[in-house]
């Protein structure tokens, strides 16, 4: 037997009574929470937090059609962002490519600024000016 066929049956003894529902959703909502919370945390650094928001968001649309309709929305205009860009001229791409390497830049400068109190880009500059 398939594991998603398992999962499925598993999730119908579950749900076939009152509490078991409403504890399944629990669940989920909690599960969801804590990966789109730790996806939120973890945007401003270089790694994937936004694939682990989206994470977050498909764990919901399990069980939540209001996510289910969230999910489908963002991965649209994502295709349509990456296929826009895929038509564009390079230097258009490159462009697009700068303009999230400053953006991602700043972010990350501006959270070891807040969060650890390290100037990098003051220490960088001085360490340019000195030798």
Partial sequence: MRLREQLGGFRQRVTSTRTGRISWQLLIAL????????????????????????????????????AQRLLHFTRTQLERWWHWLGRQHMAVRLLAGLIGLVFVTTVVLVSL????GIDALGSFWTFITTH
């Fill in 113 to 116: 600024r807040y969060s650890f």
């Fill in 31 to 66: 599960l969801g929470a804590v990966v789109v919370v730790i996806g939120v945390i973890l945007i401003p650094f270089p790694g994937p937090g936004w694939l682990i928001v989206l994470a977050g968001l498909a764990i919901w649309a399990v069980e939540f059609v209001w």
